[in-house]
């Protein structure tokens, strides 16, 4: 007996769709609005998605490539997006002391650090004989960045503790830098120019895959002692990279991170800290706070490509009601009862806007595919989404379809067989 309700309730299901299929295809026009409606909010709700997951994907790699266990120190985080006028009010880091070189020596010694890197960033002109690029990203780093950032040294050396000491002029370039100035020749040894200072190209580094160092995107480091006398920077925003020695657990190094700059500090046991300890779960959550904002308005704009949709679903299955009128009657004399017009009317309205689901996902689909082919993105479509999109597309038919089906249900057969 269940197996005949089954088989009953699937042919119904089945002859709902084909029914809603053949409306889209004898009433185009009317069928479009449902169609586009739902295909738009579709389509933003697939390729934001899309792209948030990629770029989450990204900043996760970018924290793993640095290891696991790194972490920083900066002079002020706050998570999430900080809008400042300018005041005092709304620019807490002015009140924060700046990040320094000692402060970094200071971490290096203790007992459950490894090792640090400080880290300053500018960009400038960079030029090699004929060749020259306009912006480059320049980092002034200590000795110790390849085995603190990650990456891999290519061809030739990192610079030396001697030559950092010394603030030699002595630079290690990425591949970018190296097919930009140097295509078919071996870039160690040769003197570039940064800022019009020549610099010697010691080494060759290729950086850690991430969301910023994909694309065309030239670097270079060289001692931050040198980088203070030459680089045109934004100065007090020095960060400090943290690896903890294999034995110590990130907390311990913090404990001890902290310990220590607040007694350098000489901040009291009731004042808080005057800087920001970085991890890879602060940042992740301060990127889960941003793109939060991104789901609303994500949400909001496919609600009103539903909404469209929903519409379109009211007006082609009110005229299809009156269209088909005297079927109704005629199926209502043969013994169908109000359940079963519902059902077929409301199975024609969610096969309407799934039409439109799926166009949307194809859409969705193409700009994901774009962003992940043309950009450092690798946005890619995750599964919640898609069924996110197709019961939200079945609810709306549902829900919209449920006026005209109701409508259609009502109508007295005998009235029914009579309309022209």
């Known amino acids: 007996m269940k197996r005949a309700r089954s088989v009953t309730l699937l042919s119904r299901m089945v002859e709902g ?32 998605a899309s792209a948030i997951t990629g770029i989450n994907r990204s900043i996760t790699g970018i924290l793993e490539s640095a290891g696991p266990k790194t972490f920083y120190v900066v ?22 002391p700046e990040i320094s070189v000692e402060e970094a020596e200071l971490i290096r010694n203790l007992p459950a650090v490894q090792d640090v890197n ?45 030559e950092y000491a010394a603030g030699a002029r002595v630079a290690v370039i990425n591949d970018k830098v190296a097919e930009s100035l140097f295509p078919g020749l071996d870039p160690i040894g040769k003197r570039i120019k940064i800022y019009g ?11 850690a895959a991430s969301l910023f160092s994909e694309a065309d995107d030239p670097r270079l480091a060289i001692p931050h002692t040198i980088f203070l006398k030459v680089a045109e920077f934004r100065e007090g925003w020095m960060e ?10 990130i907390a311990e190094a913090q404990d001890q991170v902290t310990a220590a700059l607040r007694s350098r500090r000489g901040l009291r046991p009731v004042e808080e800290n005057n800087f920001s300890l970085l991890t890879s779960d602060r940042v992740l959550e301060a990127f889960n706070k941003i793109t939060a904002g991104f789901f609303v308005a994500m949400i909001a704009l496919s609600s009103v490509g539903l ?34 017009i519902m059902f077929q009317f409301l199975v024609e309205a ?23 082919s043309f950009t ?38 005998v009235e029914a067989l009579r309309y022209e």
């Not at 299929?21 to 295909?39: E, M, P, Q, W």
Request: contains cysteine; glycine residues 12%; hydrophobic residues 50%.
């Open 376 to 413: 450092p993105v690798p946005a890619s479509v995750p599964i919640i989404s898609v069924v996110a999109a197709v019961v939200a597309s079945i609810l709306t038919g549902v829900l919209f379809g449920l006026y005209p089906a109701n409508k259609a249900s009502k109508l007295d057969p």
């Open 118 to 162: 400080v880290g300053e960033y500018a960009e400038g002109p960079v030029s090699y004989e004929g060749t020259n690029l306009s912006s480059v990203r320049i980092a002034g780093f200590s000795w110790t960045w390849p085995q603190v950032n990650g990456g891999d040294i290519l061809a030739g050396r990192n610079f030396t503790a001697i």
């Open 240 to 249: 400090i990279a943290v690896v903890p020695t294999e034995s110590a657990t």
């Open 197 to 207: 200072l020549p610099f010697e190209v010691v080494g060759m580094h290729a950086e």
């Open 17 to 48: 769709a084909g029914i809603a299929l053949d409306s889209l295809r004898s009433n185009k026009v009317r069928a479009a609005l449902t169609i586009l409606g739902v295909a738009i909010g579709v389509t933003v709700v697939i390729a934001m």
């Open 307 to 340: 909404m469209v949709g929903g519409v379109g679903v009211v007006a082609i299955m009110m005229i299809s009601v009156t269209e088909r009128t005297r079927e109704i009657g005629v199926r209502k004399a043969l013994g169908a009862t109000r359940g079963e």
């Open 75 to 96: 002079r002020y985080f706050s998570g999430g997006l900080q809008i400042s006028d300018g005041s005092d009010e709304l620019s807490p880091w002015r009140k924060m």
């Open 350 to 372: 969610a096969t309407l806007t799934l039409v439109g689901c799926l166009a949307g996902m194809a859409l969705g689909a193409g700009v994901a595919w774009g962003v992940r």
